[in-house]
């Protein structure tokens, strides 16, 4: 197996998807981070996200991780979606690749539930932002 890199890791998808759907009843898998820019490098993990049918148990997340690093010779950074923050989960929202998706409507509905925990999140921090560090800050959000 070759070297993995931001210009060939969608060669990578079928082995990749097939390692998680053997282990997990999947929705959609997020590809996201630094693998899609040119910021990736030789020690740079892959960030992958999932979103799953079922509960995800994070030390069989982490096992699934690990399995997944030994069959890409590179370190993975797997989470599960539906249990990040949602400040991540907007950082994965605005620069992702989906590598797989069985279900639109469910995957779109997680989406949906992230991005208004995000504008709650905001409403509720929005006077503590602007009071600390200035009108500007906020818009930036």
Do not use: C
């Given at each position: 197996?070759?070297?993995?890199?931001?210009?060939?890791?969608?060669?990578?998808?079928?082995?990749?998807?097939?390692?998680?759907?053997?282990?997990?009843?999947?929705?959609?898998?997020?590809?996201?981070?630094?693998?899609?820019?040119?910021?990736?490098?030789?020690?740079?993990?892959?960030?992958?996200?999932?979103?799953?049918?079922?509960?995800?148990?994070?030390l069989?997340?982490?096992?699934?991780?690990?399995?997944?690093?030994?069959?890409?010779?590179?370190?993975?950074?797997?989470?599960?979606?539906?249990?990040?923050?949602?400040?991540?989960?907007i950082?994965?929202?605005?620069?992702?690749?989906?590598?797989?998706?069985?279900?639109?409507?469910?995957?779109?509905?997680?989406?949906?539930?992230?991005?208004?925990?995000?504008?709650?999140?905001n409403?509720?921090?929005?006077?503590?932002?602007?009071?600390?560090?200035?009108?500007?800050?906020?818009?930036?959000?």
């Open positions: 197996m070759n070297t993995i890199n931001n210009k060939n890791i969608l060669f990578y998808q079928h082995e990749i998807i097939g390692f998680l759907k053997s282990r997990l009843d999947l929705i959609a898998v997020y590809l996201y981070g630094s693998i899609l820019t040119s910021q990736f490098n030789d020690q740079s993990d892959i960030d992958i996200s999932v979103i799953s049918e079922k509960d995800v148990d994070p069989a997340l982490y096992e699934i991780s690990a399995g997944l690093s030994v069959l890409l010779k590179r370190d993975i950074h797997l989470i599960d979606f539906v249990k990040a923050n949602e400040v991540l989960k950082e994965i929202l605005k620069n992702k690749t989906i590598l797989f998706e069985k279900d639109e409507e469910k995957r779109l509905y997680h989406e949906m539930n992230a991005l208004t925990a995000y504008q709650k999140l409403e509720e921090r929005e006077i503590i932002i602007k009071t600390k560090y200035g009108e500007a800050a906020w818009r930036s959000l």
